[in-house]
């Protein structure tokens, strides 16, 4: 009956150029990148085959490790912060007054490249000078936090900044799938006498819950393979304190001359990335399959 | 309503397809055909026209004038930022696409290029005479130049003269005359010494002049040069220094977080009394337009001061030579390459100072130049300087550079011991060898 | 501004034995959440002004004192540096219609792909989908040196073209992820009814799904559009002559050796905040649009 949807030569006309672009310009360079894994090559020299050698190091890495641990960390962070952005999208997203005007103005610093960015809360986070510490002056603090200077906080001050810079990002999606939902479904419910929050637990929730499904991927996976503010913020530092995966990688391959290891290093990325996808997916299956 | 929207996006589409067709081709075309019969010489550098202007007009200047010598020869240039040019020199070694004339760092970041044959030796048009005693040899690798320099950086330590007449101070000339300088400018909550320590090489300035102080230049040189170990007694001695430092309150406050740029603002805008930084900063305290002169006058330098009971003398300096030029081994134009890079180096010394208050590596003769005093006390002090120690981090090979600054992150932040300091690097530097 | 009335008339319909004192904390309950929301409105439109400022400082001021601190003279010598020195107007050119088409090729491809995975039945479908998923997590830098090998040996080094074909792939699986969320939400009826009528798919892909999905093209436009705007490190890879370089690029401009020129900076990223902002405007009008348009059809 369904003929015409499974068609075969429309299919392949719909898919092959997409798939084409990634196998060419993702996949065949990954491949390739997880190729110099096996070398011993500064990235200048001549190459030499070493074989496993980089990933048994990459195992026994401390600081591979460590690093991975801190994107995991700024990946739950930037999960649950998904809920905040989904309350404030509900709230503009149920036709208050000015929700047109807010609405854009809560996504102006998403436009922001990341210069200006770490530009902006380098200067926040100024330990004389800074927003920050003016602030906490305001309030009587006097033993004010140097934070990016501070090896146990400088990890989670930088986080600021990062899950801040995505919150555009989110809400444009969310407004967009709350706006999706049909106003007859709202309009009916109201009728019946439900309250606001009734409607957004009860009907806006469960119908943008495939969406959220999207967005948690989108966050988990961005977040390990981060790399943007903190390199340029704090490089890693101080002394490692606040090194990612792909900062570590980045080191590595561009300025300490491993690129066998730096290469090895993305591709560990890559299956941990791999695995956490699988396991989001494992973990919210049971509701995808109510959903559809 | 819908179809307008439909057409709109496909119109795009279309017209994207054929923007993408056209300019395929049409790039391929000009890229052949616009070398014509003139030899074509690739150079890249990083003197952007906007944050670098004098150095980028000194060198389009002199393109100019050497195109017009010799009419076959065109040189095309490509500038980047700093980041970015290091960035993109990585990607271009590693695809064997370096360009015939380019910019590098010495030793430590210039010996991974020479040891994959990307650089060709310059023996034959680098000649010793030509260049200050040293500078040179930062660009040798087995006695065999591979890069002619451009500058010449030495680090001496500004001070806001205001500020010290303030309390009465005076530039001191011993050690324990600075630690009362530092001491009284801390009780009076007076940040005394600005430093940018997230960048590292500037906290590894101070521990290198510590060092050479205590210990004398031999001391650090031989610990990198294996001739000698990292945890000789006087570089122990002045990590424990560093540490005095750090608990008396010198630095500003966040310095381990703080960029080299943010640092200097303290200085710039008087919240810091001190700031140790090479030569380069010269131009902000005697001819940028930018900085008011009302500030200018208030910059005064002053050497390093004398350990008491200390090997190394007032003399020596922390510094070297910032960048030089490279041919690239696989250019096939290395002949013409080569002459361009070796008339630009002599019309750069010839400009430098005066246009773009740049030290070259090359001798100068200043005697008949109109410069700002302060250039002439510097360039008189590198005249009576008795020793030169190459910034440490390029003295080393990347990966022990890397073990090297972050070790001095973490003695300025208190997250190690002296003696750890000392043991950590020196595992580094014998696990290299 | 009707929605309000609504919203409060549900309210004391369902609150009327104790109307006046819920009608009451109803209001404090709105002031607290405007305040809130004012608030937040503040903190996203600060940088905004902030950058402002900024751009109009001299570099002692940039580094100097409070960052909030309004320029003490205003440098708009910084605007006319930023204009002048290099070819901002070039690059300007190249950003417009580099992202304009790396935009445009990526959503339709994208809606391509979601649509043939999500609406029409084949086996490999799932497949397909996993490939997008997983170059999704693929870390740009691992790519870069082998991407820079390939583009050089099939002549495309300082070509636009790798610009956009690096663009266009690299956000094929955000946007498809993106879009793949929304169809799923998408009633199928309309499709299946045109299949019934005997509907080519072509024609139900583009009469009936692109239409009814404009709300979404116009969000992931937007997000596309921001990414390649503010990308830089294929154009600083990829391209080395000045035709081809693009606004981010052109920051580089102002980064020095030694020193960096901040306020030069500042006036570059407003320059090219301004056309990305007025592109953000009209295209974030077209998701309410859209949505609005939709439901009066459905």
Request: proline share 4%.
């Given at each position: 009956m369904k003929n015409v949807m499974s068609n075969k030569y429309v299919i392949a006309l719909y898919t092959l150029p997409a798939l084409l672009l990634i196998l060419t310009l993702i996949y065949i360079p990954i491949v390739l990148s997880g190729y110099y894994g096996f070398m011993d090559w500064d990235g200048i020299g001549e190459m030499t085959f070493i074989g496993l050698d980089n990933y048994i190091t990459l195992i026994q890495d401390k600081l591979f490790w460590t690093s991975t641990?801190?994107?995991?960390?700024?990946?739950?962070?930037?999960?649950?912060?998904?809920?905040?952005?989904?309350?404030?999208?509900l709230v503009l997203a149920s036709k208050i007054k000015g929700s047109d005007l807010l609405r854009k103005i809560y996504l102006i610093p998403m436009l922001l490249s990341s210069v200006a960015i770490a530009q902006l809360w380098m200067?926040?986070?100024?330990?004389?000078?800074?927003?920050?510490?003016?602030?906490?002056?305001?309030?009587?603090?006097?033993n004010t936090p140097i934070w990016l200077a501070d090896p146990d906080i400088a990890l989670y001050a930088i986080f600021i900044p990062?899950?801040?810079?995505?919150?555009?990002?989110?809400?444009?999606?969310?407004?967009?799938?709350?706006?999706?939902?049909?106003?007859?479904?709202?309009?009916?419910?109201?009728?019946?006498?439900?309250?606001?929050?009734?409607?957004?637990?009860?009907?806006?929730?469960?119908?943008?819950?495939?969406?959220?499904?999207?967005?948690?991927?989108?966050?988990?996976?961005?977040?390990?393979?981060?790399?943007d503010l903190i390199y340029v913020m704090t490089g890693g530092g101080p002394n490692g304190a606040s090194e990612v995966m792909a900062s570590y990688m980045y080191k590595e391959a561009f300025k300490l001359n491993n690129f066998g290891y730096g290469s090895a290093i993305g591709f560990g990325l890559l299956v941990i990335a791999l695995f956490m996808t699988w396991l989001i997916s494992k973990l919210t299956k049971s509701k995808d399959d109510v959903q559809f | 309503m819908k179809k307008k929207a439909f057409s709109s996006v496909m119109?795009?589409?279309?017209?994207?397809?054929?923007?993408?067709?056209?300019?395929?081709?049409?790039?391929?075309?000009?890229?052949?055909?616009?070398?014509?019969?003139?030899?074509?010489?690739?150079?890249?550098?990083?003197?952007?026209?906007?944050?670098?202007?004098?150095?980028?007009?000194?060198?389009?200047?002199?393109?100019?004038?050497?195109?017009?010598?010799?009419?076959?020869?065109?040189?095309?240039?490509?500038?980047?930022?700093?980041?970015?040019?290091?960035?993109?020199?990585?990607?271009?070694?590693?695809?064997?696409?370096?360009?015939?004339?380019?910019?590098?760092?010495?030793?430590?970041?210039?010996?991974?290029?020479?040891?994959?044959?990307?650089?060709?030796?310059?023996?034959?048009?680098?000649?010793?005479?030509?260049?200050?005693?040293?500078?040179?040899?930062?660009?040798?690798?087995?006695?065999?130049?591979?890069?002619?320099?451009?500058?010449l950086n030495i680090t001496p330590v500004y001070y806001n003269?205001?500020?010290?007449?303030?309390?009465?101070?005076?530039?001191?000339?011993?050690?324990?005359?600075?630690?009362?300088?530092?001491?009284?400018?801390?009780?009076?909550?007076?940040?005394?010494?600005?430093?940018?320590?997230?960048?590292?090489?500037?906290?590894?300035?101070?521990?290198?002049?510590?060092?050479?102080?205590?210990?004398?230049?031999?001391?650090?040189?031989?610990?990198?040069?294996?001739?000698?170990?990292?945890?000789?007694?006087?570089?122990?001695?002045?990590?424990?220094?560093?540490?005095?430092?750090?608990?008396?309150?010198?630095?500003?406050?966040?310095?381990?977080?703080?960029?080299?740029?943010?640092?200097?603002?303290?200085?710039?805008?008087?919240?810091?009394?001190?700031?140790?930084?090479?030569?380069w900063e010269l131009p902000n305290y005697t001819t940028t337009p930018d900085v008011s002169q009302e500030f200018k006058d208030k910059v005064g330098y002053f050497k390093f001061p004398t350990y008491e009971g200390g090997k190394g003398d007032i003399d020596s300096y922390v510094g070297g030579p910032g960048v030089g030029l490279f041919v690239s081994e696989q250019s096939k134009v290395k002949d013409e390459a080569k002459e361009f890079v070796s008339y630009l180096v002599e019309e750069w010394g010839k400009r430098s100072v005066v246009d773009a208050g740049v030290i070259p590596a090359t001798v100068v003769d200043t005697s008949n130049s109109e410069l700002h005093p302060m250039y002439i006390d510097i360039l008189n002090d590198l005249g009576n300087a008795t020793?030169?120690?190459?910034?440490?981090?390029?003295?080393?090979?990347?990966?022990?550079?890397?073990?090297?600054?972050?070790?001095?992150?973490?003695?300025?932040?208190?997250?190690?011991?002296?003696?750890?300091?000392?043991?950590?690097?020196?595992?580094?530097?014998?696990?290299?060898? | 501004m009707s929605e309000v009335s609504t919203q409060s008339s549900a309210a004391t319909t369902l609150s009327a034995p104790h109307k006046t004192k819920k009608s009451y904390l109803n209001k404090i309950g709105f002031g607290f959440l405007y305040l809130i929301l004012g608030l937040f409105a503040v903190i996203q439109i600060y940088p905004l002004i902030w950058l402002l400022f900024f751009s109009l400082k001299t570099n002692q001021e940039v580094f100097g004192m409070s960052p909030f601190s309004l320029p003490q003279?205003?440098?708009?010598?910084?605007?006319?540096?930023?204009?002048?020195?290099?070819?901002?107007?070039?690059?300007?050119?190249?950003?417009?219609?580099?992202?304009?088409?790396?935009?445009?090729?990526?959503?339709?491809?994208?809606?391509?792909?979601?649509?043939?995975?999500?609406?029409?039945?084949?086996?490999?479908?799932?497949?397909?989908?996993?490939?997008?998923?997983?170059?999704?997590?693929?870390?740009?830098?691992?790519?870069?040196?082998?991407?820079?090998?390939?583009?050089?040996?099939?002549?495309?080094?300082?070509?636009?073209?790798?610009?956009?074909?690096?663009?266009?792939?690299?956000?094929?699986?955000?946007?498809?992820?993106?879009?793949?969320?929304?169809?799923?939400?998408?009633?199928?009826?309309?499709?299946?009814?045109?299949?019934?009528?005997?509907?080519?798919?072509?024609?139900?892909?583009?009469?009936?799904?692109?239409?009814?999905?404009?709300?979404?093209?116009?969000?992931?436009?937007?997000i596309n559009m921001i990414y390649n705007w503010n990308e830089f490190v294929f154009v600083n890879t990829f391209i080395s002559s000045d035709n081809w370089k693009t606004l981010t690029v052109g920051i580089n401009n102002f980064v020095g050796q030694y020193l960096t020129d901040w306020g030069a900076i500042g006036a570059t990223l407003v320059i090219s905040i301004v056309p990305i902002l007025l592109a953000f405007l009209f295209l974030s009008d077209k998701i309410v649009e859209g949505m609005a348009a939709g439901s009066v059809k459905g």
């Open positions: 641990y801190h994107s995991f960390l700024l990946a739950i962070f930037s999960t649950a912060s998904l809920l905040l952005y989904l309350a404030i999208s200067k926040i986070f100024d330990p004389t000078n800074g927003m920050a510490n003016k602030l906490l002056e305001m309030f009587g603090v006097e990062v899950i801040w810079q995505f919150a555009g990002f989110y809400i444009l999606i969310y407004y967009a799938a709350l706006k999706n939902v049909p106003d007859e479904i709202i309009e009916a419910a109201k009728i019946d006498g439900a309250s606001s929050l009734q409607i957004a637990y009860k009907i806006k929730l469960p119908l943008i819950s495939g969406i959220f499904k999207v967005t948690i991927m989108l966050a988990v996976v961005g977040s390990l393979k981060y790399f | 119109t795009l589409a279309l017209a994207g397809g054929l923007i993408l067709g056209g300019c395929s081709s049409s790039t391929g075309s000009n890229g052949e055909s616009s070398s014509g019969d003139k030899t074509v010489v690739k150079m890249m550098h990083l003197w952007p026209e906007g944050s670098s202007n004098a150095q980028y007009t000194i060198v389009d200047d002199i393109i100019t004038a050497y195109e017009k010598e010799n009419p076959d020869v065109d040189i095309q240039t490509e500038i980047l930022g700093n980041e970015q040019y290091k960035e993109k020199v990585k990607v271009l070694s590693a695809s064997n696409e370096l360009p015939d004339v380019g910019i590098t760092w010495a030793a430590g970041y210039m010996k991974p290029f020479v040891d994959g044959k990307m650089f060709a030796p310059l023996d034959d048009i680098a000649k010793e005479d030509n260049f200050v005693a040293g500078t040179l040899d930062a660009f040798s690798v087995d006695e065999k130049p591979y890069a002619v320099p451009l500058e003269k205001e500020i010290f007449e303030k309390y009465s101070l005076e530039a001191p000339k011993t050690y324990d005359e600075f630690l009362n300088v530092v001491e009284t400018l801390a009780d009076n909550k007076v940040t005394p010494i600005t430093l940018g320590n997230k960048d590292r090489w500037t906290g590894s300035m101070w521990y290198m002049y510590l060092a050479d102080r205590i210990g004398g230049p031999e001391a650090l040189n031989n610990a990198i040069n294996r001739s000698g170990s990292f945890e000789d007694p006087a570089l122990v001695q002045a990590a424990e220094e560093i540490d005095k430092l750090v608990k008396m309150g010198a630095f500003v406050k966040g310095y381990n977080g703080l960029s080299n740029d943010e640092a200097k603002g303290y200085f710039m805008n008087e919240q810091a009394a001190m700031y140790l930084m090479a030569t020793n030169l120690t190459l910034y440490a981090d390029v003295q080393m090979s990347a990966g022990v550079a890397d073990v090297h600054l972050n070790q001095i992150q973490a003695l300025f932040g208190g997250q190690t011991t002296p003696e750890e300091f000392a043991k950590t690097q020196e595992e580094a530097l014998a696990a290299e060898k | 003279d205003p440098q708009w010598g910084n605007y006319t540096k930023a204009w002048t020195s290099g070819n901002i107007g070039v690059y300007f050119f190249n950003s417009v219609w580099i992202t304009v088409l790396s935009v445009a090729l990526t959503i339709i491809l994208a809606s391509f792909v979601t649509f043939a995975v999500t609406r029409m039945s084949w086996k490999l479908s799932g497949l397909v989908l996993g490939l997008f998923l997983v170059a999704y997590m693929i870390p740009l830098h691992s790519t870069i040196i082998p991407l820079f090998n390939m583009y050089n040996s099939a002549n495309l080094i300082d070509s636009p073209v790798s610009i956009v074909l690096s663009y266009t792939a690299f956000n094929l699986p955000l946007t498809i992820m993106i879009l793949l969320g929304f169809y799923r939400t998408f009633p199928r009826e309309i499709e299946e009814a045109a299949v019934m009528d005997g509907c080519s798919v072509h024609r139900i892909f583009f009469r009936i799904t692109l239409p009814m999905t404009v709300p979404v093209l116009s969000t992931t436009a937007i």
